[in-house]
């Protein structure tokens, strides 16, 4: 299959700005136009190429017989080894093909059954060159357990339990939402109780209450096998296997098949950046070299995340990687990826010590990693070729052009980037600033200062500040005193009624001004009054604080629900507008004086007042289109923890005479720290 090449007006359509970069785009096209060509002409197509699980690990034929294959080039001998055969390091050996592929077939029994028993433990045994014999789990295993009574390392499985014990998927997946607005979630902190929480829990308690939030897409982390708990998921040890500690693969099927009745997109976290340097349990110096699925020396390793960096220039390791996904598409029904660490992937300093200023030289000098950005070119193009409803969404904190443009116009690919430099605002501001010196000018370009034509997912808070060591928006606005004030039945003092105002308006402001996709993460959206902290010796391995309070938000005497409410009322009113699906907002005012903005996005008007102590009788705002407007959403309602200022069942009609450069102006009664937003209904 022939890949047309790029031209250089296609990228100076997207952005004129580029014009002295050309180059190194079309030199960047012309690497991923001669990667998929080979795909096609070696392997048939992304399809066929992307199968790889179904050729590579272990596979059960439809007479039970097993075939296992595994790429290890350096190994001298290889032997299948496991409960099947009493671990006996001769009975099963392996042989290998010109390109390192080590393979065997293992027959059904006399009487027609698999002979491994499902769930049953194996893995392979090899001889190195210099003579040593190691053993290593299965690299495209799809299931790992760990008896952390025993040992923290891994012990692969068997996968392949009875028809009747099968989940059977029902629902078919929900059309790409028109407007992204979604939950960050995690599987084992979704318990109130002391422990790890399981797909079942989540299927049963937290689908329901997500959805009832009016949350349409959930974003899952920490879903793909991981060595260590409390790395949240990001150093994996088996790529093709779901995370035991929350339950079976049938589980996390039935989880996600159930979102999908409810008409739920749900995405993974997938960690394609770096894997963890485990030996024993996971991929590195899988065949005893250091370079099989990496670079070897330096270039392999992640110093910061001490983590092993995938060599994306190898055939076999775009196979295994671009496998990995079509295996979560395909045989769990996810949706498409948060891809992790994406800033990480695209340079050779990772990120690390380097800032990024916006100059466009910075995006495509020598700094840049080529073959990961080719990596996520292809990735992207292959996955939007087999599954054109997928969403990908790229965390990068760089600001790459192009990088949520199709890979057909130069781009890299993804539907949407992470907005990181909002959540870094706002804790500044909280940390640093008094309310009177928030400055609302740099609050409105911090939050409109987004690449034209690429999407992005605005968020004012990251799961990374949930964790210890930082403070979520709530904890920065209240701290101490959501111990003590946070029930109706005491005083709301003025620390909790700051509190719970601004936490509204920081939100809601985020999720009307600032991007074309909205996220939260678990708890936030309630305020959760603690951080985040998994066990590990330095708490005694406690799990206090990895877990989610939903008693405190379910209490009906507890002020959490307030914030529940608005959280829940904000997400419904986009659902009835579309402000995230429409174009960028038209901001008519940022006035520092009164701390006012107001701005109009799918013919709504959205107005805050962020003034500590003034609230505004008789303000003039401008709108540009006439008529009658009515108060949609306050924040000031008493249903939100407010209280009440502002008539829901006023109107206001305009007066057409130009105002703050819109055609027309009306008068509104703003409160001190509320927002509201008006429609013509």
Request: charged share 20%; hydrophobic share 40%; proline share 5%.
């Amino acid at each position: 299959m022939a890949v047309q090449p790029l031209d250089s007006q296609t990228v100076l359509d997207v952005d004129p700005w580029l014009k002295d970069n050309v180059p190194a785009i079309l030199h960047r096209h012309e690497l991923f136009r001669k990667w998929k060509e080979t795909i096609f002409a070696a392997e048939g197509g992304y399809g066929p190429f992307m199968d790889g699980y179904h050729k590579m690990g272990i596979n059960i034929q439809p007479d039970n017989s097993v075939i296992y294959r595994e790429w290890a080039p350096n190994a001298k001998e290889a032997v299948f080894i496991g409960d099947f055969n009493k671990w006996n390091r001769i009975s099963h050996p392996m042989t290998k093909n010109q390109y390192g592929v080590w393979e065997i077939t293992v027959p059904p029994t006399q009487d027609g059954q698999c002979a491994i028993p499902h769930d049953s433990k194996v893995k392979i045994s090899f001889i190195l060159p210099h003579g040593a014999r190691v053993e290593r789990i299965p690299a495209w295993i799809t299931r790992v357990t760990q008896d952390l009574s025993i040992s923290p390392v891994y012990e692969a499985r068997f996968w392949n339990p009875p028809e009747a014990e099968r989940y059977k998927f029902k629902n078919k997946r929900p059309p790409q939402p028109r407007s992204a607005r979604i939950y960050e979630a995690h599987v084992g902190i979704s318990t109130s109780e002391l422990r790890v929480g399981t797909y079942k829990e989540f299927t049963t308690d937290m689908l329901p209450r997500i959805h009832g939030l009016g949350y349409n897409v959930i974003q899952l982390m920490a879903v793909m096998e991981h060595a260590y708990y409390a790395s949240f998921g990001y150093q994996v040890t088996s790529f093709f296997a779901a995370s035991s500690r929350y339950g079976s693969p049938e589980d996390l099927k039935e989880l996600i098949d159930t979102a999908h009745g409810l008409g739920i997109t749900i995405l993974l976290d997938v960690v394609h950046s770096h894997a963890c340097k485990n030996v024993l349990d996971g991929i590195n110096q899988f065949d005893g070299t250091d370079h099989l699925y990496f670079h070897d020396g330096g270039k392999g390793r992640h110093d910061l995340w001490d983590s092993r960096l995938f060599n994306y220039g190898h055939h076999e390791v775009l196979r295994f990687l671009l496998s990995n996904l079509k295996f979560w598409m395909e045989e769990y029904q996810f949706d498409g990826f948060r891809f992790d660490g994406v800033t990480s992937m695209m340079y050779t300093h990772h990120g690390i010590g380097a800032g990024f200023s916006g100059g466009y030289h910075e995006y495509f000098g020598d700094s840049v990693d080529l073959e990961a950005v080719v990596y996520l070119m292809l990735a992207n193009d292959a996955i939007h070729e087999l599954y054109p409803g997928a969403i990908t969404i790229a965390e990068d904190v760089s600001g790459m052009p192009l990088l949520c443009i199709p890979v057909s116009k130069g781009g890299v690919g993804f539907d949407y980037r992470l907005s990181m430099a909002i959540p870094d605002m706002w804790i500044k501001l909280l940390k640093h600033k008094k309310d009177d010196e928030w400055d609302i000018g740099n609050i409105v370009h911090t939050l409109v200062n987004r690449r034209h034509g690429e999407k992005s997912i605005a968020y004012a808070e990251s799961h990374d500040q949930a964790l210890v060591g930082d403070k979520t928006i709530a904890f920065w606005l209240m701290d101490k005193e959501m111990y003590t004030n946070m029930s109706d039945l005491t005083e709301m003092t003025p620390v909790i009624s700051r509190g719970i105002a601004l936490h509204k308006m920081i939100r809601f402001l985020v999720h009307s001004l600032g991007g074309e996709g909205y996220l939260n993460f678990e708890g936030n959206e309630f305020g959760h009054p603690e951080w985040l902290d998994f066990p590990r010796e330095g708490n005694g391995n406690s799990f206090h604080y990895a877990r989610r309070q939903w008693n405190v938000v379910d209490d009906p005497l507890l002020r959490y629900k307030y914030l529940n409410e608005f959280d829940k009322a904000m997400n419904h009113l986009e659902e009835k507008y579309g402000w995230l699906a429409a174009p960028q907002a038209y901001v008519s005012l940022k006035h520092e004086v009164d701390k006012m903005i107001v701005f109009e996005r799918a013919g709504l008007l959205f107005i805050f007042n962020f003034h500590p102590t003034n609230s505004f009788t008789d303000y003039r705002v401008g709108v540009d289109t006439p008529g009658e407007y009515h108060v949609l959403l306050s924040s000031d309602e008493k249903r939100f923890g407010g209280f009440d200022n502002i008539d829901l069942n006023a109107k206001y009609v305009t007066t057409p005479m130009e105002w703050n450069n819109r055609k027309n102006w009306l008068q509104v009664y703003i409160p001190s720290r509320t927002c509201m937003v008006l429609g013509t209904q």
